[in-house]
């Protein structure tokens, strides 16, 4: 298996601009999560689904930002309009349902710079 | 507020040495614990998890040390290898959502 599957790897955009990350998860994993990784804050969970549910977005900062999961295979998160201090990496993650969300496998990440 | 963090954010040791990387908790009701492993420019990779039923949990090379009493977490490498030289987080599962503490960084000295 390739794992998961996350583009773009580096994404430079002008702040206000919308920007799409997207993440293709493990076949056959039923939860995918979605992380922010600054050196301030850490990795914080945005969002998370289960069976392309969303089950708590409770992370998800403002109303700048939403995930989609429209099948098993793909998932988007979107920032518009975008901001400077939106600029972070943002992972994927996924995971078995037999093993719960704990054993999460995450992909390389996007690297987003809203400048 | 209830968070999980890390007492150093940078371990350095000895190649072929132990490495012990220390966490600690807060919330006492958290019933599993996971050691995840960031290598420079990559996503976090699972190394090991434990349940709070069990106080110790041995994988290759690594070990998980669980005192709920003082709500301390350990991980321990033995033979530390250049290969394992990256930030370390703890994470604990509450309310079925994993929560990452800061991270610590080990570098390997030659």
């Known amino acids: 298996d390739a794992g998961v599957i996350q583009s773009p790897r580096h994404e430079v955009t002008e702040m206000g601009q919308e920007v799409t990350l997207r993440c293709k998860p493990i076949s056959g994993h039923d939860y995918l999560f979605w992380y922010r990784q600054t050196m301030m804050r850490g990795l914080e969970l945005l969002i998370y689904f289960n069976n392309n549910v969303p089950i708590d977005d409770s992370g998800m900062p403002e109303d700048r930002f939403s995930a989609k999961m429209p099948n098993a295979s793909f998932s988007t998160l979107k920032i518009q309009p975008s901001e400077p201090r939106d600029s972070a990496v943002y992972f994927c993650?996924?995971?078995?349902?037999?093993?719960?969300?704990?054993?999460?496998?995450f992909g390389p990440g996007t690297r987003l710079t809203v400048t | 507020g209830e968070s999980v963090g890390l007492h150093l954010p940078t371990l350095s040791v000895q190649e072929g040495d132990n490495s012990i990387i220390n966490c600690a908790y807060s919330?006492?009701?958290?019933?599993?614990f996971i050691w995840y492993k960031q290598e420079s420019g990559k996503g976090p990779q699972f190394i090991i998890d434990i349940r709070s039923n069990m106080d110790k949990r041995q994988g290759q090379r690594v070990t998980v040390l669980l005192n709920k009493t003082v709500k301390h977490l350990s991980l321990q490498i033995a033979a530390t290898q250049p290969g394992d030289s990256a930030v370390y987080f703890c994470a604990e599962n509450r309310d079925d959502k994993i929560i990452f503490g800061k991270g610590t960084r080990l570098h390997i000295l030659p």
């Open positions: 993650a996924s995971s078995l349902a037999g093993r719960g969300p704990y054993e999460q496998y």
């Open positions: 919330n006492s009701a958290s019933d599993y």
